[in-house]
C-alpha cells in the first residue's frame, strides 16, 4: 500500500512540474516577433546613423564646392558627384 502511494506522488511530482515548464516556456512566435522589433530597432540606428553622416559630409564639402552632389548607394558606399570639367573634377578629388 505505501509504494502505490510513493509511486503515485512521484507520478504527480513528475507531471506537474513538466506541465509548470510547458506553462512558462516562451513560445517560438513571442520570441520570432521580439528578434524582429530588436532587427529594426538596429537597422534605424544604423540608418540614422548613416544619414547624420551623410549629412555632415555633404555640409562640409558644400562649404567648399558649389557642384558638388554627395549621396549613398545600396552598398552603404558614399557618391560624390562632381559637375564641372576636368580640372576642377581633379581639385576636388585631390582636396577630398
Given at each position: ?82 559637375k564641372g570639367d ?11
Amino acid at each position: 500500500m505505501f509504494k502505490k502511494i510513493l509511486i503515485s506522488a512521484g507520478i504527480l511530482i513528475i507531471l506537474g512540474t513538466s506541465s509548470y515548464s510547458l506553462i512558462n516556456k516562451p513560445s517560438k512566435a513571442d520570441t520570432a516577433v521580439e528578434n524582429q522589433k530588436e532587427q529594426k530597432r538596429v537597422v534605424t540606428k544604423e540608418k540614422e546613423q548613416m544619414i547624420n553622416t551623410l549629412e555632415r559630409v555633404a555640409a562640409k564639402i558644400h562649404k567648399k564646392y558649389q557642384s558638388v552632389v554627395v549621396s549613398m548607394n545600396s552598398e552603404k558606399e558614399l557618391v560624390i558627384q562632381v559637375k564641372g570639367d576636368q580640372d576642377y573634377f581633379n581639385s576636388v578629388k585631390n582636396d577630398i
